[in-house]
């Protein structure tokens, strides 16, 4: 298996889903790159299969990364995602079982393994603390906990929901990092979701729906820093 790249607690990360591609995508990217570089923080940046090797050209520091992979090998596999087209073009890690592109368990394990072997990052989607336990199991490198019912409405998962998923995926993988991500809209909501023992979090609508995307993102990641700063000698 090929070495994974280490992540740095409080991580973010950036995923603008299908609201934006081409060169407005790379734009997102080069400014989130700025920031990593600014924050000295690890940022996920998310994008379109067509534009993934325009932003790991443009940037420096942001963690380049696919938003769906498949655990198929060279060969027959009309349409989907090939794991090694991904690695090629610098990819270093990848979601799985979002919401908007679950996947059945057999299909998850298949493109954990997959990644395991070329050294991608994978990223886990669970909804509930029942699920998040059980795919906790698959020991993925990190688990997004966020209720499928509160992804883009700007309202933020409580802190009961938070602890209990988070201690739930810890309990099966310990090296499991978790993220909070549901609902994040503003510095606040990363500040709380760190605070409340989040390795990480992210935001799609709160950063391309806002009226300033660009400052959106950049009071999100002064918070996650802020934060950080807070928690030094527990671990960050």
């Keep these: 298996m090929m070495e994974k790249k280490k992540i740095r607690r409080p991580f973010f990360v950036v995923n603008p889903k299908a609201y934006i591609y ?4 790379v734009r997102l990217a080069e ?13 996920f940046f998310t994008g379109q299969l067509v534009d993934l090797p325009s932003v790991k050209r443009e940037t420096e520091c942001v963690i ?4 769906h992979m498949d655990g198929l090998v060279p060969g027959r596999g009309m349409g989907h995602v090939l794991p090694e087209a991904l690695a090629g073009t610098g990819v270093e890690a990848v979601f799985l079982n979002h919401a908007e592109h679950a996947m059945s368990t057999s ?17 886990v989607c669970a909804d509930s603390e029942k699920e998040a336990r059980a795919l906790a199991g698959f020991h993925p490198d990190i688990m997004v906990c966020e209720p499928t019912s509160l992804i883009g409405t700007g309202k933020v998962s409580g802190s009961g929901y938070m ?9 099966v993988s310990p090296d499991t990092l978790v993220l909070q ?22 935001a799609t609508s709160g950063i391309v729906a806002a009226e300033d995307p660009y400052q959106a993102l950049k009071e999100m990641i002064e918070a996650l ?3 950080r700063d807070e928690l030094k000698g527990e671990g960050y």
């Design 31 to 43: 400014y989130a790159d700025q920031l990593a570089k600014k924050y000295d923080v690890d940022i």
């Design 181 to 202: 991500a549901a609902g994040i809209s503003k510095g606040d909501d990363v500040y709380q979701a760190i605070m409340t023992g989040a390795d990480g979090t992210g």
């Design 163 to 171: 602890e209990a998923t988070g201690q739930a995926v810890k309990e």
């Design 22 to 25: 081409g060169e407005e995508s």
């Design 64 to 67: 380049v990364t696919a938003q």
């Design 225 to 227: 820093a802020k934060a």
């Design 107 to 123: 299909q998850l394990e298949k493109a954990i393994s997959r990644a395991d072997e070329l050294g991608i990052l994978t990223i």
